[in-house]
Nanobody
């Protein structure tokens, strides 16, 4: 079993920055993809960014150039640096880990990000 714990959400003004962290623990496959998803009220959950254990990344078009995903494999931790935040970035952000060896999918409990003046 794998546990994911997110931290770093909060309230920030438009144009501000936040850094989310996701610490994974448990039986973690060395070959995996970690990602950040978000869900705004009344909307479906959407992929924000993902990063493989080898460091390959992908981003939603809406966050390209503003958000950066990274990871520290030694700490089993992923990060999402969010800059130039907009009100439309307001959502609950969820950490996800997909094991490419077991095909299992794990989710964190979510952290609220609110962008408002």
């Amino acid at each position: 079993q794998v546990q994911l714990v997110e931290s770093g959400g909060g309230l920030v003004q438009p144009g501000g920055s936040l850094r989310l962290s996701c610490a994974a623990s448990g039986s973690i496959s060395s070959i995996n993809v970690m990602g950040w998803y978000r869900q705004a009220p009344g909307k479906e959950r959407e992929l924000v960014a993902g990063i493989t254990s080898g460091g390959m990344t992908n981003y939603a078009d809406s966050v390209k150039g503003r958000f950066t995903i990274s990871r520290d494999n030694a700490k089993n931790t992923a990060y999402l640096q969010m800059n130039s935040l907009k009100p439309e970035d307001t959502a609950v952000y969820y950490c996800n880990l997909k094991s490419l060896s077991t095909h299992k999918n794990y989710w964190g409990q979510g952290t609220q990000v609110t962008v408002s003046s």
